[in-house]
């Protein structure tokens, strides 16, 4: 594959910023109608992937294979009533969702699509990206993480205890994930020796970083998904605890706006993990060597679009096959295992590059001791935490002692989390009649030696 830099001209950053001006605007608009047209078939692709997983038809009336039954969702929602509710910030209640829509088709704007190619009925040649920079990869980060504010805003603004919780739950779900994933792409900018998207793609001209960086790739992965809000990670609307989280007050085009944010962000970085592991645009192995011009013209489109895809067909599989995480459990885990491993890669990474480039030093060693160093900090990793849940749990079973032993408890004698059971055990059958003191006697000071009568309702 070493020949393909021969067939297919380099796209550098000398090649952006001279197009003319209708031809940035034709690209805007195709970015445009690509993002909305591949919402519609990936909301059509996951109803249909997840209900031949569960053994069900899905859509299949509206149009052919029911192909237009997102295009009729979307209908339905435009000519719903749109509702404000009275306690709502109304000015940040209508924002939030334009906040977090916009960011999602702008960082779309740095991702290669293919080579350069001739523009039809024109002598215009132009690579098919619509910009580049020199810090193209921090510029998608940063652009996605000011969608954080939309989903945050709007969640505050709708004056509801729900849609607050489900805004903060998302703001640290999505602030922390975004610390693993910007760590993860440490180790490509390494090995390109650009932060460029289309000079990543071209340094993936003979081996994808998704072989060679096989952690990064991972933490990637896991980290795309809590990023995006998805299943098992879609905790900030989890409708068995928060009703539906942070759009809970929302209908209509506002709450379309949201959803369309979500999917426009599961496509971008589908996108960029195709172009940061996947090798972009490039054709996959083999497919060269039988078809020399399967990286020229337009026929990168069809390589690059089947890779984002294949990664959306992930997000599909794990909502229809793993149930959603406790909260807790899911930030311990991008705190305590992906930044930790993250960092430690990192510094692996780092000292095998250096260690190529000026030598010095065995390789194969090298690879051993980082190997075996990566295998024990994983066990003390896990050893620490079960150290953590076996004193948790003796802790439990001593206040669930201490509520069967006759020690006087708080919070209504009731044990914390999980309130003690009742001494006889469970309680079956119909439940015991509710007896209450009679006022009149309870309030005489003459009946004070008596016993108190009781009524039986």
């Known amino acids: 594959m070493t020949a393909l830099t021969s067939i297919h001209p380099l796209v550098t950053l000398d090649a952006f910023g001279r197009d003319p001006w209708w031809v940035i605007l034709v690209k805007t608009l195709l970015i445009f109608v690509i993002l909305v047209l591949l919402t519609l078939f990936n909301i059509w692709w996951e109803r249909r992937v997840v209900a031949r997983m569960q053994h069900r038809i899905g859509p299949n009336v509206h149009g052919p294979f029911g192909l237009l039954q997102s295009l009729a969702d979307g209908v339905k929602l435009a000519l719903k009533e749109d509702i404000i509710p009275k306690a709502a910030d109304k000015v940040v209640f209508l924002l939030a969702p334009v906040i977090a829509v916009v960011p999602a088709f702008v960082t779309f704007s740095v991702i290669p699509f293919g080579p350069v190619v001739d523009v039809p009925f024109s002598d215009v040649r132009t690579p098919l990206q619509l910009t580049d920079m020199p810090v193209a990869v921090l510029f998608v980060m940063a652009i996605a993480s000011i969608g954080i504010y939309g989903i945050v805003l709007g969640g505050w603004s709708s004056g509801s205890t729900y849609s607050l919780l489900g805004g903060l739950r998302s703001s640290a779900q999505m602030i922390s994930y975004e610390v693993a994933m910007g760590l993860a792409l440490v180790a490509v900018f390494l090995y390109a020796g650009s932060m460029s998207t289309s000079e990543i793609v071209e340094a993936q001209d003979q081996f994808w970083f998704g072989l060679i960086l096989v952690p990064s790739f991972v933490i990637y992965t896991i980290s795309m998904v809590g990023e995006t809000n998805r299943a098992p990670f879609d905790l900030p609307e989890a409708e068995g605890e928060l009703v539906g989280g942070f759009h809970t ?13 979500e999917y426009i962000n599961m496509a971008t970085v589908s996108a960029l993990a195709t172009t940061l592991f996947l090798g972009g645009w490039h054709a996959p192995w083999g497919i ?13 489109l069809l390589w690059f679009f089947g890779k984002v895809l294949f990664f959306i067909f992930i997000f599909i599989w794990l909502r229809g096959s793993l149930p959603r995480l406790r909260y807790d459990q899911f930030m311990a885990f991008g705190w305590k295992r992906l930044i930790p491993i993250s960092l430690v890669w990192i510094i692996a ?5 250096t260690v190529s480039l000026e030598g010095g030093i065995n390789r194969q060693y090298l690879l051993i001791g980082i190997g075996v160093l990566a295998v024990l900090f994983l066990v003390l990793t896990f050893v620490g935490d079960s150290t953590a849940d076996t004193d948790e749990a003796a802790a439990t079973d001593g206040t669930a002692g201490r509520a069967g032993g006759g020690r006087p408890q708080t919070a209504g004698n009731g044990g914390y989390p999980v309130p003690p059971m009742p001494t006889g055990g469970a309680v079956r059958g119909p439940a015991r009649p509710l007896t209450f003191e009679s006022p009149s006697i309870r309030q005489s000071p003459t009946t004070s030696n008596a016993a108190p009568a009781r009524e039986e309702i």
Do not use: C, M
């Open 249 to 261: 007050e929302y209908s209509s085009l506002k709450f379309a706006l949201f959803f369309l944010a």
């Open 288 to 300: 060269v060597h039988v078809w020399p011009g399967a990286n020229e013209g337009y026929w990168p």
């Open 349 to 353: 990474v780092a000292t095998i590059r």
